[in-house]
């Protein structure tokens, strides 16, 4: 074949396996797998939404409806959708609750710009209007927000409540939001700057079942979920010297391997009995350390165990290290990882009681610079106690946040409403198509107040007119009480959010959507369709479409 032959012909640069996906059809593919990623966690939203049951391949089964969670545990088989995963992890870290409200509304941007994009409005224009509304709602957010004291107990009690009503938790929610606020405020610090720092670090959360939720409790310092190592130890002790030590309290032991040429009966009397100088010596050393308790990560040999009940020493093998380390604080010890080196200074102090009829050790420590607190969170099944802990973690960060940025704003979609009323007059001094990306953002902030409408079984529309009256009418507080349907001043009915949580969900939903808008080509080595391996599945080449993708997210769960 001559050059000139050649000349028109498609030059092939793809493996034989490989697809690809360009322009219109690419973005449609992305947005469509966003939206189904939003749409499925949007029915948890608000006090009124319902909970998901997610059952894993093991059989394992987690009842929630908590954003973040649902997200987490869906086998979610599409690169898109895992970006919009990504905007619920994000928030979740960052500001500790609003996920559903961060993907909702990542989902409805996605769904506006596409209607931009059929109208030949360049993918750049829209973005830069996302960016240029993101910064004004930040903006925004700062004046609409409500100042509030650190201390202010009724306002962060207001906002826990908020923050686990429509969870596991909200049946004690008054109980329960009572201890997170008591929690955080017991571990506030002062900042060198001033600043007020709620540093959960020295908070742990435990939880138990069988009992209900009201029976839950603050203590203050540890809890240890384990057993004596020996029936005659002592189990109560004030002012007790604790030695925290991750090395076992055993010899070490032989290869497998092994073999020892035994010539003598004598032999192995000798080798017993260097066995137990040597277990005795480590007593030896604990006793004269001072220490009357002493907590293990690893194993304790049985005769250690012996001549530590002689002694009157208790002792407690296989604590978690995640439990040696808050007994750390709680006490003031340091944790000992050779007994050969350790002194007196790496003992603490504090009382340990035991606890009969809950099977555990209550620890607190009794020393000059010791602080730390646990949640005992109780619940009658492991699914209820697991959904009450994710209500409480969420509603802990959410105090956190409030008290540490002394901001606060009404719930019921106030912010949301009263943020899209002020963005539709930023945009009307806006020039260029970046008006109409701006215009659509404020739209989609909307999707909050529709949504909690839904859930709750109201009228969207209606409910979304009176709440734009409101606004209209200065009335910057105005949100939707989904219990009375009534469109009333939500900060004042206690109804109470996070201003650090709202302006995280706003950048990150408009950073997600921007990331998924401006990719306008994708290239899969493999087969871009979700809907499995099934060979008889439709579609499956480049020219016949996308296998299966483009109408969504076929095998997301």
Known sequence: ?????????????????????????????????????????RSTLGPKGMDKMLVTSLGDIVVTNDGVTILEEMDIDNPTAEMIVEVAETQESEAGDGTTTAVS???????????????????????????????????????????????????????????????????????????????????????DDGSTIVDLAFLKIETQTGRSAGDSELLNGAVIDKDPVHEDMPTDLEDASALIIDEPLELDEAEADTQVSVTDPNQIQDFLDQEEKQLREMVDQIVDLGADVVFCQKGIDDMVQHYLAKEGILAIRRVKRSD????????????????????????????????????????????DEVHGVTLLLRGSTEHVVDEIERGVQDALDMVGNAAGTGQALPGGGAPEVELARRLDEYADGVSGREQLAIEAFADSLEIVPRVLAENAGLDSIDTLVDLRAAHQNGEQRAGLNVFSGEIEDTFESGVVETASAKKQAVSSASEAANLVLKIDDIISAGDLSTEGDDDDAPGGGMGGGMGGMGGGMGGMM
């Open 1 to 41: 074949m001559s050059q000139q032959q050649m000349q028109g012909q498609p030059m092939i640069v793809l493996g034989e396996d490989a697809q690809r996906m360009k322009d219109e059809s690419a973005q449609e593919h992305n947005i469509s797998a966003a939206r189904a990623v939003a749409e499925s966690v």
């Open 105 to 191: 509304i990542a989902g409805e941007l996605l769904k506006n710009a596409e209607e931009l994009l059929e109208q030949d409005i360049h993918p750049t224009a829209i973005i830069k209007g996302f960016n240029m509304a993101a910064d004004k709602a930040r903006e925004e957010l700062d004046d609409i927000a409500v100042e509030i004291e650190s201390d202010d107990t009724e306002v962060l009690r207001q906002i826990a409540e908020t923050s686990m009503t429509g969870k596991g938790a909200e049946q004690h929610k008054e109980h329960l939001a009572q201890l997170v606020v008591d929690a955080a405020q017991a571990v506030t610090v002062e900042a």
């Open 324 to 367: 040696m380390e808050f007994l750390r604080e709680v006490l003031g010890a340091d944790i000992v990882s050779d007994l050969d080196t350790a002194t007196e200074e790496y003992l603490g102090t504090g009382n340990v009681t035991w606890d009969d009829e809950e099977e555990l050790f209550y620890v607190e420590g009794t020393g």
